[in-house]
């Protein structure tokens, strides 16, 4: 009953708060700026090829995300995976929004699977996740610089970083330490199982051949990612803007939103891209309206994707109980219900 209820308001809170960020952000206002003025500007054919995009986006997310749930031994197929990233764009506004893509893997697991998916052993990918987009961002990052102004060495920074993550999660000594200090108290031995379920799953994914298929993924939705930029700005009529130009200043948006640590990247992301625009010689009215028009974008678009997702695929988290209750009553059928199994039927 407890698990019911647990999964009952897992969907209801990520609905919820979808809609709620939805509904904040159609209704923004900063300054001079205001969603109905500006978009009506903007030639709705840039609109719907900008949503295609963050769709594919979405697409090429969740199949790098099923990438890393094989390599750590969960068992779930590639559709699945993918509904499960894409559901978790309903929290997109949320620090931690990945967290709803993986408790929704157990929800995959067969109706007599005692070893289905479990969130712990899907924890490992979120972290696998972050250092491909970290390695991907870095090489991308290094290749502009080194073309525009010449070779840099501190952005190479993020792939030394995420190697050294993906290392200590692989290292012995850490989960033996870990391990014994949990086993040493009662209210913490319980934890033992899923620090080494975490740990195992740790050592398949954080291998050679996971991540540079990860950082693959992450390069082809870098370029998505670039695309919707590259179109707000012709959108906006910046005809000089290249396509180069386009994927250097995501890429460097995308890493100081990372480095932040902000959820989302807001204000890092924005100013970082209003800095890089500006470099590559967008006037100022249309920074602003790129900027605001793209987090607009991308706000709507990812929680209305994640939320047509949880209600179309996962709406049975919600069946039973109270509404099956709720659907007897307004159907007039509560009086009418069938009789109990084990009551014998009344003689016609």
Known sequence: MLRRIRRRLTLVLAVVGGVAAMLIATGTSVGPFHVNTFLSHVPRGSIFICALLIFATEVCKGAR?????????????????????????????LPGNDMLAARLTEEHAGANDAHGPRVRQALPAIVARWCADAIALSLIVTAGMTYYRGFEPYTLLPIVLAVTVAMLLRAHAPAHWLVR????????????????????????????????????????????????LYTLVHGFG??????????????????????????????????????????????????????????????????????????????FMWDGGTRQMLRRVFSNTYADAAPALNEPAEAA
């Open 65 to 93: 995300w099923g990438t890393f749930l094989h390599s750590c031994g969960v068992r779930i197929r590639m559709i699945d995976a993918i509904s499960t990233s894409m559901a978790s764009q309903a929290l997109s506004v």
């Open 181 to 228: 200090r949990l086993g040493r108290w009662k209210r913490t031995q319980h934890l033992v199982r899923s620090e080494a379920d975490f740990h195992r799953a740790s050592r398949r994914v954080m291998r050679v051949r996971p991540l540079v298929v990860g950082v693959l993924w992450s390069m082809c939705t870098t370029a998505l990612s670039a695309g919707v």
């Open 238 to 315: 910046g005809n000089k803007f290249s396509v180069s130009e386009a994927i250097i200043a995501h890429s460097l948006t995308a890493m100081a939103s990372m480095v932040s640590f902000m959820p989302n990247g807001f204000g890092v992301a924005d100013g970082s891209m209003a800095g890089w625009l500006h470099v590559f010689g967008i006037g100022a009215r249309r920074i602003v309206l790129v900027t605001m028009t793209l987090r607009l974008l991308n706000i709507v678009v990812r929680t209305a994707i994640g939320v047509a997702m949880l209600l179309t695929r996962y709406r």
